[in-house]
Structure formats: C-alpha cells, structure tokens
C-alpha cells in the first residue's frame, strides 16, 4: 500500500508562499508534484500554482484504459501537461516580465514511476538503504556545453542561477526518466528551501529511517532540521513510500 506525507511551508524570512505541491494516490497509482515559483520574479506564486493545478486536473481525469495501460502513453500525456502549464504561465505574465517555476514530478501505476522535472527542485530516491538523487539541477555550472574550470565554476557570478524552469521561455525543457518499482522504495520530492537547509547526510539519514519509522515522523525530522538551518526560503517536500 502506497504512504505518503507532505508540507508546503513559507519559512522563517519570506512574506509570500511561492511554492505549490500537489498529491494524490489511489490504489497502487500516484501522483505528486512540488513545483517552486522563481523567487525575485513576477507571479511565481502564479506560476507554481498553475503547475500543480495542471497536475491536479491530469489526475482528476486520469483513466488508464485512456492510455491502453500504456505507461510511456501516461507519461508522455504528463509531458504535454506541463507544456500546456508553460504556455498558460507565459499568457499569466502576457510576455511582459520573466514567470516561472521549477518542477519535480513523480507519477506511479503499477510496478513503474516516471520522474519529470524542469529546474533545480529535486527527487531523491532510496532503496535498500541506497539513497541517490534522481534530478540534476539546472543551474548554471551545471550545463553540459561549459567549458569553464571547477575554480571558475565555483566563483562565477552566475553560480546557482537557473537555466530552465517552466514559464520562461516559449518551448519548455522537460527531462522524464522511468524505472521499475521495487518494494518498500522511498521517494522525497523537494525544492531547494529544503536541500539548501538541509546537509546530504541528514537527507540521506532521514531518508533511510522512512524504512522502519512512520513517514510523519521523518517529516518533521526533516522540517526541524531545515528550521534550525535558518529556514530562510519557502520549503515544500513529499515522501512517499512504495
């Protein structure tokens, strides 16, 4: 039976909540979503909640005889889904200022899962106590086609700055990835209010307890851990246990 448990917070230090989560599961079928709208720019609180408002009118509709029980129809529908956010984002701002948002997606039917994402919020994943992060963030220092050293890299003005979210540009970039589900997987959706707050060992140790202690429970672990970090960005997460 799938579990999972999630917290859309403002913080300690912003006025507005410009993240937006959406969770939803029946049967051995889910779908969770944190979308984190740019801070510093036009109506991100906007453009997040498109975001999870599309994924929340995908699943309304959701029927797999729809997609023949095809699960790469599923996903590829999820895709155009997004798309559809970025252009509504794009009409939300009417072209005049920069909106956006990052996305993390992870959709579950079956015995597969499907990770979309646009941006640097992330999903980690942990089985048999092996925790990876499944996303790569879409910052600056990060893109492929850099031909600059680590030295620069670590003290380059455009260090952490996003090169793709969904709003900001007219063709949105959506990168999906699926795999098998194994028994007793763990998955943690978050946006970077989180992470930020939160060293990888404790995300890792956190992580690993979902094995034998409730989701509830590591959640507040977790918010405890980002608070006394300081808590200074808005902070959206969702566990979900397999």
């Not at 609180?45 to 999870?52: G, P, T, V, Y």
């Not at 023949?68 to 599923?74: K, N, P």
């Not at 990770?115 to 925790?131: E, K, T, W």
């Amino acid at each position: 039976m799938m579990e999972y448990q999630g917290v859309c917070d403002i913080g300690l230090e912003r006025t507005m909540n410009q993240d937006a989560v959406f969770m939803a599961a029946e049967g051995e079928s889910g779908l969770f979503c944190v979308a984190d709208g740019m801070g510093g720019h036009s109506h991100g609180e906007q453009a997040s909640r498109e975001i999870a408002d599309s994924m929340a009118v995908w699943w309304r509709d959701f029927q797999e005889k729809s997609f023949d029980r095809d699960f790469s129809r599923m996903i590829y529908s999820l895709n155009q889904a997004l798309e559809r956010a970025n252009r509504n984002i794009r009409q939300i701002s009417g072209g005049r200022q920069i909106s956006g948002s990052t996305v993390v997606v992870l959709f579950i039917y079956g015995n597969r899962y499907g990770i979309l994402s646009a941006g640097d919020s992330r999903v980690y994943r942990c089985d048999r106590m092996q925790v990876k992060q499944m996303t790569v963030d879409e910052v600056w220092e990060n893109q492929a086609n850099l031909s600059v050293s680590n030295r620069i890299k670590r003290i380059h003005p455009n260090r952490g700055k996003l090169v793709n979210a969904v709003g900001i540009s007219e063709d949105v970039r959506i990168t999906s990835s699926t795999d098998q589900i194994r028994p007793g997987m763990v998955f943690m959706l978050c946006s970077d209010g989180l992470y930020k707050m939160c060293p990888e060992r404790m995300i890792n140790k956190y992580l690993r307890k979902c094995r034998h202690h409730s989701l509830h429970t590591v959640l507040d672990s977790l918010l405890k851990q980002v608070y006394e970090g300081g808590a200074r960005d808005n902070v959206s997460v969702i566990l979900v246990k397999t």
